[in-house]
């Protein structure tokens, strides 16, 4: 069974940095994609950011120049360095694992969900 867990939220100031990060475990295979969603307080949910299998990066436009996907292929992981926070950022960050490429801006095509962690910016 595929399990997804992210870690490394928390408060900090605008401006201010944050590190998250997410392995996937359970027998996942083949060229997936695995990246971030967050749901803001009261939104939909939407995609930030996401990595292929070749370690390709794709970005949301609100956070492009701030945030960096990156991936360890040996530990099955993936993080996402988020620099210049601003209080827009606030929300609930779910890591995910998928295989169809269009899942950042449609999460039905996303196959397995972590359970969010809270990230929240203080003005």
């Known amino acids: 069974q595929v399990q997804v867990v992210e870690s490394g939220g928390g408060s900090v100031q605008a401006g201010g940095s944050l590190r998250l990060s997410c392995t996937v475990s359970?027998?996942?295979?083949?060229?997936?994609?695995m990246g971030w969603f967050r749901q803001p307080p009261g939104k939909e949910r939407e995609g930030v950011a996401a990595?292929?299998?070749?370690?390709?990066?794709t970005y949301a436009d609100s956070v492009k120049g701030r945030f960096t996907v990156s991936k360890d292929n040996a530990k099955n992981s993936v993080y996402l360095q988020m620099n210049g926070l601003k209080p827009e950022d606030t929300g609930m960050y779910y890591c995910a694992a998928w295989w169809d490429g269009r899942a950042l801006s449609m999460s039905i095509l996303v196959d397995y969900w972590g359970k969010g962690t809270l990230v929240t910016i203080s003005s």
């Open positions: 359970g027998g996942i295979y083949g060229g997936y994609y």
């Open positions: 990595i292929d299998s070749d370690g390709k990066p």
